[in-house]
């Protein structure tokens, strides 16, 4: 028997990133989990069907906390449309060209609705977390292993934009400023801030003019240790759900795909 909370109406989500893979029962009204999160990590090379079944084994632990029949949203770190992945900067090049829809069902026997990773936190974002109810140009950043990032504007999601790989000074943005480069390179909070995404959002505001940005990612959890540096024209806020806001949102766009 699905051990559902009470009353709650509950679905499934999977985070594939770079360096792990995490799932959640999702309350769909609240975008809180339901259960524990559960994490593996990523398997090296990370080629689909390596990955595939780590997504298994995690839906099936999921899938005790969920109605039987619940369908999976599953966010992917790279563009994703109707289906299938076209870019794989942080994961294996076999991904590109996979129909990343049909391989994840046929290895959890469910139905699987596969989103951009930043997308997904956005939706969440918006329906739940710092960009709830507002208007105008939202750009939502996730730094993690890569730059990702979602455009809402008055709350219509443009998918798949890509603004992570900017090129700033003659390099990859994301290969700079994102939460991996402050580590490989042994970053303080503020040297990061102040060297890196300070030069990030500023050409991010030049391009796009944000009435808000939120910043998202695991590192999202130590906001007050940065954000305190960037001076923008935008407001910066932490994501509302950090970094549990992408499972959430792929969960409930599974739900509304599948019913
Ligand atoms: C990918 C994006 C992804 C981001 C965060 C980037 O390297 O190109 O699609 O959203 O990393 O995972």
């Known amino acids: 028997m699905a051990d559902q909370a009470a009353g709650a109406h509950v679905g499934m989500g999977v985070d594939i990133g770079g360096s792990g893979i995490k799932g959640a029962p999702v309350d769909l009204d609240t975008g809180a989990f339901t259960a524990?999160?559960?994490?593996?990590?990523?398997p090296h090379p990370?080629?689909?069907?390596?990955?595939?079944?780590?997504?298994?084994?995690?839906?099936?632990?999921?899938g005790e906390?969920?109605?039987?029949?619940?369908?999976?949203?599953?966010?992917?770190?790279?563009?994703?449309?109707?289906?299938?992945?076209?870019?794989?900067?942080?994961v294996d090049d076999g991904w590109i060209g996979t129909d990343v829809e049909a391989?994840?069902?046929?290895?959890?026997?469910?139905?699987?609705?596969?989103?951009?990773?930043a997308d997904a936190a956005a939706v969440a974002e918006?329906?739940?977390?710092?960009?709830?109810?507002?208007?105008?140009?939202?750009?939502?950043?996730?730094?993690?292993?890569?730059?990702g990032t979602a455009l809402l504007v008055d709350g219509h999601l443009v998918p798949n934009t890509e603004f992570g790989h900017v090129v700033?000074?003659?390099?990859?943005?994301?290969?700079?400023?994102?939460?991996?480069?402050?580590?490989?390179?042994?970053?303080?909070?503020?040297?990061?801030?102040?060297?890196?995404?300070?030069r990030y959002y500023e050409e991010m505001e030049k391009l796009l003019s944000p009435d808000l940005i939120v910043v998202g990612g695991?590192?999202?959890?130590?906001?007050d240790k940065f954000l305190k540096y960037l001076d923008l024209r935008a407001e910066v806020v932490p994501a509302g759900l950090r970094n549990a806001a992408g499972i959430a949102g792929a969960a409930v766009l599974a739900a509304e795909r599948f019913g």
């Not at 994102?178 to 995404?197: D, M």
């Open 36 to 42: 524990d999160r559960v994490k593996i990590h990523t």
């Open 46 to 62: 990370s080629k689909p069907r390596a990955v595939a079944e780590v997504v298994a084994q995690i839906a099936a632990a999921v």
């Open 65 to 90: 906390k969920a109605p039987s029949g619940a369908a999976l949203g599953v966010t992917f770190p790279g563009v994703v449309r109707r289906g299938t992945v076209e870019t794989a900067a942080n």
């Open 103 to 117: 391989l994840l069902s046929g290895a959890t026997g469910r139905a699987v609705a596969a989103v951009n990773d």
């Open 126 to 147: 918006h329906r739940w977390g710092a960009a709830r109810g507002v208007r105008g140009v939202v750009l939502l950043t996730t730094l993690g292993t890569g730059i």
């Open 168 to 198: 700033l000074d003659g390099v990859d943005a994301e290969t700079r400023a994102a939460s991996a480069a402050k580590e490989r390179e042994g970053l303080s909070y503020e040297e990061w801030a102040t060297e890196r995404l300070q």
């Open 218 to 223: 695991g590192v999202s959890r130590k906001a």
